[in-house]
């Protein structure tokens, strides 16, 4: 499958943000997604995660109660809206799949990665 994720730009603290990321083929619901993050100088690190029905998520402590994950199976899509942005959102986001697995918080267990997308959250 290949990974498309987009909606990234340059937003004030406080502000929001939702990303896309749109998927090949026609299996996109035999996945699980999973949304990554990487700043400048620091490791990639697990943001959210929907199942493949989208009946569950999680997400990192860092972003509960400001970001929600959800899907469409319907049309291949992803999404991640990000709400009271702070600061240190500012990264790059990327979306990932793993194939007939649940949610998995460590990025070697994902089977594809999507190019990313730019977050800047200015102060």
């Known amino acids: 499958v290949q990974l498309q994720a987009s909606g990234g730009g340059l937003v004030q603290a406080g502000g929001s943000l939702r990303l896309s990321c749109a998927a090949s083929?026609?299996?996109?619901?035999?996945?699980?997604m999973g949304w990554f993050r990487q700043a400048p100088g620091k490791e990639r690190e697990f943001v959210a995660g929907?199942?493949?029905?989208?009946?569950?998520?999680v997400y990192a402590d860092s972003v509960k109660g400001r970001f929600t994950t959800s899907r469409d199976n319907a049309k291949n899509t992803v999404y991640l809206q990000m709400n009271n942005l702070k600061p240190e959102d500012t990264a790059v986001y990327h979306c990932a799949a793993r194939f007939l697995s649940g949610i998995y918080y460590e990025a070697d267990g994902y089977d594809y990665w999507g190019q990313g997308t730019l977050v800047t959250v200015s102060s």
């Open positions: 929907v199942s493949r029905s989208g009946g569950s998520t």
């Open positions: 083929g026609r299996t996109f619901s035999s996945y699980a």
